[in-house]
Each structure stands twice: as structure tokens, then as C-alpha cells.
């Protein structure tokens, strides 16, 4: 079946800091790919997603490319702040459902 | 524009006891999902409701149960509760029931089992 696999975290940096937190997944299709991030004591929001191979989300400094050849949709962010301290999820869902498939989670923490 | 609303919001329940978890949509979607999600994991998919139908379901047992609302509004009934129900049960809407338009994800309720 479907799966979605993401580095472990947590990922600890510094402010100002490069941002990459890894995903596979595996899929029998062709999957749209998602991030979602998730503050303490509150739901998931969508960051961004890529619909098909080669394409680019971008959303808050945050960007990631569907790349089929080696199934991944790595996140990657220049530059983060404290405020970008969360977990982030990383998803897909198959062509034609919306059912979501998860990885674990990353957590990052940002300090000053 | 009120976005996903969830309730209530903190739930604790006995083992064997039934519970029913409650979800408003996102003004103008009309598919709602519900994904369990235990502490340190990824959400689960249970599953997904449109026209009043169930229209996929994860690798859930039949203890757990829903129903959507002529308002789209939907619940999430869990019946036989064990200690491994313990987790963050959330809602998610979308619109459109057959494309991948992202789902929108109410904070969620989380339910404790003692």
C-alpha cells in the first residue's frame, strides 16, 4: 500500500538556520504530495503541495519539489525563525481520493 | 469565515464506554474526513463522507462508525472504547467529493480513555 516515509526528528537549529527535512513516499500512482504543519495544541494546516512530477510548492519561505524519479518531496526553508518551531507532516494522496496518507512527523525546534 | 470546528474539544471516557465526537465543516464544503491520531504519529485515515455516504474507509474496526448530516456536518461514534482509542480524533473537510482539492483540519478533539 501507500506509505510515506520522513527523516526522524527532532531537527534542532538555530535561527537563520537551512531547513531540510526528508520524504519518500510510495505509491502505485500518481500521487499528489502535501506538507502539513502542526503547531502545539492545534490541527494540521496545509503548507504546501505539488500535484504532479516536477512540480514546486512554495508557500512562507517554505518550498519543495515533487520529484518522481526518486519519489521524494523534500521540504527545505533558507532561512528559519523561532515561529517555525512545529511539527511537519508529510503526506500524498492517490489520484481521484482524498484520503490522506502520513508520514510520522518531523519536529523542529528553533532557538534564538 | 469560520473554517473547521470540532467538538468538544477534550473527552474522557472509561473503557467500554460509547462516544460521539462532532464535526462542522468549512463554509462550502460539502466531504468530510475524520483521521485518528495517536501521540507522536502521523494521523490515520478512518474515514471519508459525502452525500450523506461513506465513501472510503481505513483500516478501522467497525466499532468505530459515522454519519454525515443533510448540512454536511458529520459525527464520529466510537463504540466499545479500549485504552488504545486514547489519541487526537480529527476532522478535516474539502469540496468537491472526487479530486484533490487540500483538506481543511479543525484542531481536533482529544479523547483520554482511563
Known amino acids: 500500500g501507500d506509505s510515506v516515509t520522513q527523516m526522524e526528528g527532532p531537527v534542532t537549529l538555530s535561527e537563520e538556520a537551512f531547513l531540510t527535512i526528508n520524504c519518500t513516499y510510495t505509491?502505485?500512482?500518481?500521487?499528489?504530495l502535501f506538507w502539513y504543519v502542526q503547531y502545539p495544541g492545534e490541527g494540521l494546516q496545509l503548507l504546501l503541495k505539488?500535484?504532479?512530477?516536477?512540480d514546486k510548492g512554495s508557500n512562507k519561505g517554505f518550498e519543495a519539489t515533487y520529484r518522481k524519479e526518486t519519489t521524494s518531496f523534500h521540504l527545505e526553508k533558507g532561512s528559519v525563525q523561532v515561529s517555525d518551531s512545529a511539527v511537519y507532516f508529510c503526506?500524498?494522496?492517490?489520484?481521484?481520493?482524498?484520503?490522506?496518507?502520513f508520514g510520522t512527523g518531523t519536529r523542529l525546534l528553533v532557538s534564538p | 469565515d469560520a473554517g473547521v470546528t470540532q467538538s468538544p474539544t477534550h473527552l474522557i471516557k472509561t473503557r467500554g464506554q460509547q462516544v460521539t465526537l462532532r464535526c462542522s465543516p468549512k463554509?462550502?464544503?460539502?466531504?468530510v474526513s475524520w483521521y485518528q491520531q495517536a501521540l507522536g504519529q502521523g494521523p490515520q485515515f478512518i474515514f471519508q463522507?459525502?452525500?450523506?455516504?461513506?465513501?472510503q474507509r481505513g483500516n478501522f474496526p467497525d466499532r468505530f462508525s459515522g454519519h454525515q448530516f443533510p448540512n454536511y456536518s458529520s459525527e464520529l461514534n466510537v463504540n466499545a472504547l479500549l485504552l488504545g482509542d486514547s489519541a487526537l480524533y480529527l476532522c478535516?473537510?474539502?469540496?468537491?467529493?472526487?479530486?484533490?482539492?487540500?483538506?481543511?483540519f479543525g484542531d481536533g478533539t482529544r479523547l483520554s480513555i482511563l
Open positions: 463522507y459525502y452525500e450523506e455516504e461513506e465513501r
Open positions: 505539488a500535484t504532479k512530477a516536477d
Open positions: 478535516a473537510s474539502s469540496s468537491q467529493g472526487y479530486s484533490n482539492q487540500p483538506q481543511h
Open positions: 503526506a500524498l494522496s492517490e489520484e481521484g481520493f482524498q484520503k490522506l496518507v
Open positions: 505509491a502505485t500512482g500518481y500521487p499528489s
Open positions: 463554509s462550502g464544503h460539502d466531504t
